[in-house]
């Protein structure tokens, strides 16, 4: 039986969905909302697409679930405050009672899925369509409402300030989104949204005229056929392009706009004007080295691990991640659930030792861990979780004092070959050649077969690292005091580094490297790094190739 | 004469109490600023060239100017720590450059 105690943030469908899967495969679980009331959004939704369903019927059963297990505990009104690392694998929390201002207290957890939802864009923020000076102009989620029994219209679809019959509607696509001055990015679910509401709006007004106003209508996969359908069903009148303002003039909304399509001005007058606004991403405590993307959503490590994030038991589920609708949502929550469970499930990988006896406690390693998972204990060392730990060795590339290797790693591999090369063993150019093990390496291995070499350029030296951040520039030191005549590191791309920062921290270092070996008067060119991905095997070869030409002119290593 | 910090390389050791420098300085005279984060000599004058500042530094951010008696600028004496070696580029003020290589005792 798995053990350990996981908290679920945010009691939406994706928080609902993680707690009542980890509840059922026996974990603690501790599941907490902000508001008084579980089912988030999704509880203000009339129908679902395609198949409009109630979302009452999937969430009951959720909360019924979760209700039965004794190992959930659900806590409503209950606000995440703070996030910490103190030990390794344990993460404290703050709670907080929202109700009680004062009332705040902490756990220990073993992981946390972060389910905390989007939030809606404000659409008074787009002045020309007049949300919340105009009558009768409402987003989509207000619409949803409209046919609520507990909505402002008791479940009638009528004008929400008349009370009159519905006659004509318009809905406005891309309220906000796909615009530089508001979202700058798609949040893809509000066309099929749009395609659902004209499909209700129809089934329960009868004789009704509904338009809309777009830029592009997104629908992928399945989703596209429901387009068909409601086009070819309903007939709704699609103008591509946004409306240049909304007004009330007589009773009547007047929306103008121009259809690009014919390049002609469009008018038309609705009762009502639903503005399809995108998500913005929610606000979270800071968490110390938690990766966002520019618009502050966490999209984790797509497309290969997009729960993953840079810090070891913290995943992401549900619209925390990116704009989605219910079913990503859904889907995402059990990947970010099944991400849990492998992880408490495991067996630790290789993980970095530490030699006490060296180590001044300066704490790089911890500050440069991608993952957390290196932080100084209490007796001041630092201490690394095997079970955070993905061994990328960046804590051993950045160790001024060599005292934290990857077991099999370290300067010894080195000094082996500074010691090949004093006694002759290796022809010249004699380079020590690091190679990336994710791509760079197999890359190599493509490139000479096992163990073989390159024909001319027998003194090169592979050596396959976890991670280029994971080279200690001691190592290039050592193998350049020892007379090796030039040092090649091959990684991945800046921005492909699977372990985030491992090829920039190469970089700087590399960088520092060069100017004291400039300053040294020996040719800093003898150092050369490269991005190099998995299928680069003839660069890899040609930049060898080079690098060894440009040794060769250089000649010996100055230390020979 | 005095370590000098080269404010772009240094990087205080992200935030360190005490960086390798501040710690190993025999005569306790490099600290830190908080403001700055960055390592600073508090007492250029009392500096012994002892050179260990510069040899801790993980950034490679500390050059030390040698004193008048043994050479004027442009001499330098730089180090390169390997792990079982360290090795020493002494260019002189006429511009010979000369390399020592010594066993390392860490």
Same mark, same amino acid.
């Given at each position: 039986?798995?053990?350990?105690?996981?908290?679920?943030?945010?009691?939406?469908?994706?928080?609902?969905?993680?707690?009542?899967?980890?509840?059922?495969?026996?974990?603690?679980?501790?599941?907490?909302?902000?508001?008084?009331?579980?089912?988030?959004?999704?509880?203000?939704?009339?129908?679902?697409? %395609? !198949?409009?369903?109630?979302?009452?019927?999937?969430?009951?059963?959720?909360?019924?679930?979760?209700?039965?297990?004794?190992?959930?505990?659900?806590?409503?009104?209950?606000?995440?405050?703070?996030?910490?690392?103190? *030990?390794?694998?344990?993460?404290?929390?703050?709670?907080?009672?929202?109700?009680?201002?004062?009332?705040?207290?902490?756990?220990?957890?073993?992981?946390?899925?972060?389910?905390?939802?989007?939030?809606?864009?404000?659409?008074?923020?787009?002045?020309?369509?007049?949300?919340?000076?105009?009558?009768?102009?409402?987003? *989509?989620?207000?619409?949803?409402?409209?046919?609520?029994?507990?909505?402002?219209?008791?479940?009638? $679809?009528?004008?929400?300030?008349?009370?009159?019959?519905?006659?004509?509607?318009?809905?406005?696509?891309?309220?906000?989104?796909?615009?530089?001055?508001?979202?700058?990015?798609?949040?893809?679910?509000?066309?099929?949204?749009?395609?659902?509401?004209?499909?209700?709006?129809? &089934?329960?007004?009868?004789?009704?005229?509904?338009?809309?106003?777009?830029?592009?209508?997104?629908?992928?996969? *399945?989703?596209?056929?429901?387009?068909?359908?409601?086009?070819?069903?309903?007939?709704?009148?699609?103008?591509?392009?946004?409306?240049?303002?909304?007004?009330?003039?007589?009773?009547?909304?007047?929306?103008?706009?121009?259809?690009?399509?014919?390049?002609?001005?469009?008018?038309?007058?609705?009762?009502?004007?639903?503005? #399809?606004?995108?998500?913005?991403?929610?606000?979270?405590?800071?968490?110390?080295?938690?990766?966002?993307?520019?618009?502050?959503?966490? %999209?984790?490590?797509?497309?290969?691990? %997009?729960?993953?994030? !840079?810090?070891?038991?913290?995943? #992401?589920?549900?619209? #925390?991640?990116?704009?989605?609708?219910?079913?990503?949502?859904?889907?995402?929550?059990? *990947?970010?659930?099944?991400?849990?469970?492998?992880?408490?499930? &495991?067996?630790?990988?290789?993980?970095?030792?530490?030699?006490?006896?060296?180590?001044?406690?300066?704490? !790089?390693?911890?500050?440069?861990?991608?993952?957390?998972?290196?932080?100084?204990?209490?007796?001041?060392?630092?201490?690394?979780?095997?079970?955070?730990?993905?061994?990328?060795?960046?804590?051993?590339?950045?160790? @001024?004092?060599?005292?934290?290797?990857? $077991?099999?790693?370290?300067?010894?591999?080195?000094?082996?070959?500074?010691?090949?090369?004093?006694?002759?063993?290796? @022809?010249?150019?004699?380079?020590?050649?690091?190679?990336?093990?994710?791509?760079?390496?197999?890359?190599?291995?493509?490139?000479?077969? &096992?163990?073989?070499?390159?024909?001319?350029?027998?003194?090169?030296? %592979?050596?396959?690292?976890?991670?280029?951040?994971?080279?200690?520039?001691?190592?290039?030191?050592?193998?350049?005091?020892?007379?090796?005549?030039?040092?090649?590191? #091959?990684?991945?791309?800046?921005?492909?580094?699977?372990?985030?920062?491992?090829?920039?921290?190469?970089?700087?270092?590399?960088?520092?490297?060069?100017?004291?070996?400039?300053?040294?008067?020996?040719? $800093?060119? !003898?150092?050369?790094?490269?991005?190099?991905?998995?299928?680069?095997?003839?660069?890899?070869?040609?930049?060898?190739?080079?690098?060894?030409?440009?040794?060769?002119?250089?000649?010996?290593?100055?230390?020979? | 004469?005095?370590?000098?910090?080269?404010?772009?390389?240094?990087?205080?050791? +992200?935030?360190?109490?005490?960086?390798?420098?501040? /710690?190993?300085?025999?005569?306790?005279?490099?600290?830190?600023?908080?403001?700055?984060?960055?390592?600073?000599?508090? /007492?250029?004058?009392?500096?012994?060239?002892?050179? /260990?500042?510069?040899?801790?530094?993980?950034?490679?951010?500390?050059?030390? +100017?040698?004193?008048?008696?043994?050479?004027?600028?442009?001499?330098?004496?730089?180090?390169?720590?390997?792990?079982?070696?360290? /090795?020493?580029?002494?260019?002189?003020?006429?511009?010979?450059?000369?390399?020592?290589?010594?066993?390392?005792?860490?």
């Amino acid at each position: 039986m798995l053990k350990g105690k996981i908290l679920v943030v945010g009691g939406g469908i994706a928080g609902l969905t993680a707690a009542d899967r980890l509840g059922r495969a026996g974990l603690e679980v501790v599941l907490v909302e902000k508001s008084s009331a579980n089912g988030g959004r999704v509880a203000g939704l009339h129908r679902y697409y %395609p !198949r409009l369903c109630p979302p009452r019927c999937g969430l009951e059963i959720l909360v019924n679930n979760i209700s039965g297990l004794s190992n959930v505990d659900m806590r409503l009104q209950t606000e995440l405050t703070g996030v910490q690392k103190n *030990s390794p694998g344990i993460w404290t929390v703050t709670l907080r009672n929202t109700k009680q201002e004062a009332d705040e207290y902490q756990l220990k957890v073993d992981g946390i899925i972060l389910a905390t939802g989007a939030q809606l864009y404000d659409a008074s923020l787009i002045k020309e369509y007049g949300y919340g000076s105009l009558p009768a102009v409402i987003t *989509s989620m207000e619409f949803e409402s409209l046919f609520r029994p507990d909505g402002p219209t008791g479940g009638r $679809p009528v004008h929400p300030v008349t009370g009159k019959p519905l006659k004509r509607v318009a809905f406005i696509q891309c309220a906000g989104s796909r615009d530089k001055n508001h979202l700058p990015y798609c949040s893809g679910y509000c066309c099929a949204v749009t395609l659902k509401q004209i499909e209700y709006l129809h &089934q329960s007004c009868g004789d009704i005229g509904t338009w809309v106003f777009y830029k592009d209508i997104r629908t992928p996969g *399945s989703k596209e056929e429901y387009y068909r359908h409601v086009r070819e069903e309903y007939r709704p009148v699609f103008i591509r392009g946004l409306p240049s303002s909304v007004e009330y003039e007589g009773g009547k909304l007047i929306v103008r706009a121009e259809d690009t399509l014919s390049g002609k001005k469009v008018k038309g007058d609705f009762d009502l004007v639903v503005l #399809a606004a995108g998500m913005v991403p929610p606000v979270l405590p800071v968490i110390d080295g938690l990766e966002k993307d520019r618009y502050g959503f966490f %999209p984790g490590h797509t497309p290969c691990d %997009p729960t993953e994030l !840079r810090r070891s038991g913290i995943w #992401a589920a549900g619209c #925390a991640q990116q704009p989605m609708d219910v079913e990503d949502s859904v889907r995402s929550a059990l *990947s970010a659930v099944a991400q849990c469970l492998v992880k408490l499930h &495991q067996q630790p990988s290789a993980y970095p030792e530490v030699n006490k006896k060296k180590c001044d406690h300066c704490g !790089r390693c911890a500050k440069e861990c991608p993952y957390g998972a290196c932080i100084l204990g209490p007796d001041g060392y630092p201490e690394v979780y095997p079970g955070d730990c993905r061994s990328c060795g960046i804590c051993q590339g950045g160790c @001024p004092l060599m005292c934290i290797n990857l $077991p099999g790693q370290g300067i010894k591999k080195i000094e082996d070959v500074v010691d090949r090369v004093l006694s002759g063993g290796v @022809p010249q150019p004699s380079v020590l050649l690091f190679l990336c093990s994710n791509d760079a390496y197999p890359a190599w291995e493509k490139l000479t077969g &096992q163990g073989g070499n390159i024909e001319g350029l027998e003194g090169v030296v %592979p050596i396959p690292v976890p991670c280029i951040g994971s080279v200690n520039m001691s190592w290039i030191n050592e193998a350049l005091i020892g007379g090796l005549d030039g040092v090649m590191l #091959a990684g991945c791309h800046p921005d492909q580094c699977h372990h985030g920062g491992g090829t920039s921290l190469a970089g700087t270092r590399l960088q520092n490297l060069r100017e004291t070996l400039g300053r040294m008067r020996i040719e $800093p060119e !003898r150092i050369y790094s490269t991005g190099i991905t998995i299928d680069d095997t003839e660069r890899l070869l040609g930049e060898i190739r080079r690098f060894g030409d440009l040794l060769v002119k250089m000649g010996p290593s100055p230390f020979k | 004469m005095p370590p000098k910090v080269d404010l772009k390389k240094c990087d205080g050791c +992200k935030g360190e109490n005490e960086p390798l420098c501040v /710690s190993i300085c025999p005569g306790d005279l490099l600290f830190l600023n908080e403001e700055s984060v960055r390592a600073v000599c508090r /007492s250029p004058r009392d500096c012994w060239d002892c050179m /260990s500042c510069v040899k801790a530094c993980p950034q490679g951010a500390i050059e030390t +100017k040698l004193p008048y008696q043994l050479g004027y600028y442009p001499a330098k004496l730089i180090p390169l720590m390997g792990g079982k070696r360290v /090795s020493w580029t002494c260019i002189g003020q006429d511009g010979k450059v000369e390399r020592f290589t010594y066993k390392n005792r860490n």
